[in-house]
């Protein structure tokens, strides 16, 4: 149901017309300052790269996708990241978006400077709806629309805050998000099925072949 809401995403669907900005609180590149090496001065972290991003809408966080580093401790409060943001990744071949959870808010995770923050307005847009359209078909073709012809792209934070989008009331974004989170819930416990499923079969022919 949730890839026929995504397919089916457009301007005729929905409502009003508004700029990314307008429904935006703030939108703000990665950090780009930290070290490699531990430091006294300087407090751990988990800085994301490209593979944290899934294609389901969230991160996927453990240390295959995350690298850690060292920032100053001003970085903490300014660039960490929060529940309901938005980290949409702006540079590359592939680019998404995903949301932060409430459990992924206390890890002190970062965005790295090819990726873009986005926290969205409450009072006028839910952080699903933005993240099903930026990954939606549609979407997906207005950003492509604001490449300028290379295979790696890069999107300014100048350029995608000009984008249109038609904003469904408060409403009908519920729905969508509801639906969203019970789509991620059935993927997951598919991966988990799949997961159990292969350790059982290798355990099989284990057992046959001792």
Sequence with gaps: MLKEIINGFNKTIFGVIMKLHEICSSITVGINK??????????????????????????????????????????????????GDIVFLSKGTNLRASIVTAEQEKLNL???????????????????FLTVFLNSEYGQAVINS???????????????KDIEISVPDLGIQHKLAEVFHKNNQVLHAIEQLKVQQIKATNAAFQKLMA
């Design 110 to 128: 970062f965005a790295p400077a090819t990726c873009l923050v986005i926290k969205v307005n409450s009072e006028v847009a839910l952080p699903e």
């Design 146 to 160: 604001l490449n300028k012809g290379t295979t790696i792209m890069n999107i300014p934070v100048s350029s995608l």
């Design 34 to 83: 930290f070290n490699d090496a531990q430091d006294e001065n300087l407090i751990q972290v988990s800085l994301l790269t490209g593979q944290s991003l899934n294609d389901k809408g969230f991160l996927d966080v453990d240390t295959r996708t995350t690298k850690t580093v060292f920032v100053d401790e001003e970085l903490i409060e300014k660039k960490k990241l929060k529940e």
